[in-house]
């Protein structure tokens, strides 16, 4: 049981935007900056996004970042079959002194 | 670019430790600015933040797995390692090392992994 929540999985035809949701408390996205990775299966993951809103280096545009309250969103805009992918928040958590991920969500590009 | 590299066995028994390190191609492990990290990822499941270490010694790991887990650095051959005693097949999994940023900016934390290791497959099996 991850201690941030995704949806396990998300789809959305090529062009089109989606969003993925993290989920957590104030000890973790609530007090902490969001970090989002892109993982395609069975190879590394990938930093895209970093504190909440950042850009990793040559992370397209479409990639974008924010956070609100004990969650935060990942939106890809212009989906490409290439973009199809895991992908997992990550953050600090305070009361644990340790890194948390969240569960993952399975990109799916119809 | 700094590149990390995994090694150590692929073929651990049951009840026995499992050791790992991670040799890192530039000489930023030697600096406070980065944290050094273990994930590792069960086939088909999520990551699993292991724990992390800095160049002084300091460690913290996760709550789950700190019975088991020693993480330390040898700064003059450039890595640092992971120990994970009384395995079981739970513990079977890609193992990634990372170097990580963190810090703390307007009572807010950062932490995130910047660069990774291409991962070693760790199988827990007699």
């Known amino acids: 049981q991850s201690v941030l929540t995704q949806p396990p999985s998300v789809s959305a035809a090529p062009g089109q935007k989606v969003a993925i949701s993290c989920s957590g408390s104030t000890s973790n996205i609530g007090s902490s900056y969001v970090a989002w990775y892109q993982q395609v299966p069975g190879t590394v993951p990938k930093l895209l996004v970093y504190d909440n809103d950042k850009r990793a280096s040559e992370i397209p545009d479409r990639f974008s970042g924010s956070k609100s309250g004990t969650s935060a969103t990942l939106e890809i805009t212009g989906l490409q079959t290439g973009d199809e992918a895991d992908y997992y928040c990550?953050?600090?958590?305070?009361?644990?002194?340790?890194?948390?991920f969240g569960g993952g969500t399975k990109l799916t590009v119809l | 670019q700094v590149q990390l590299q995994e090694s150590g066995p692929g073929l651990v028994k049951p009840s026995q430790t499992l050791s790992l390190t991670c040799t890192v191609s530039d000489d930023s492990i030697s600096s406070g600015l980065y944290s050094w990290t273990w994930i590792r990822q069960p086939a088909g499941k999520a990551l699993e933040w292991i724990g992390r270490l800095y160049a002084s010694g300091n460690t913290n790991y996760n709550p789950s797995l700190e019975s088991r887990v020693t993480m330390s650095t040898d700064t003059s051959k450039k890595q640092f390692s992971l120990k994970l005693r009384s395995v079981t097949a739970a513990d079977t999994a890609v193992y990634f090392c990372a170097r990580a940023i963190y810090g703390r900016v307007n009572y807010s934390y950062y932490y995130y992994m910047g660069v990774w290791g291409k991962g070693t497959t760790v199988t827990v099996s007699s």
């Open positions: 990550g953050t600090w958590d305070s009361r644990l002194s340790a890194g948390v």
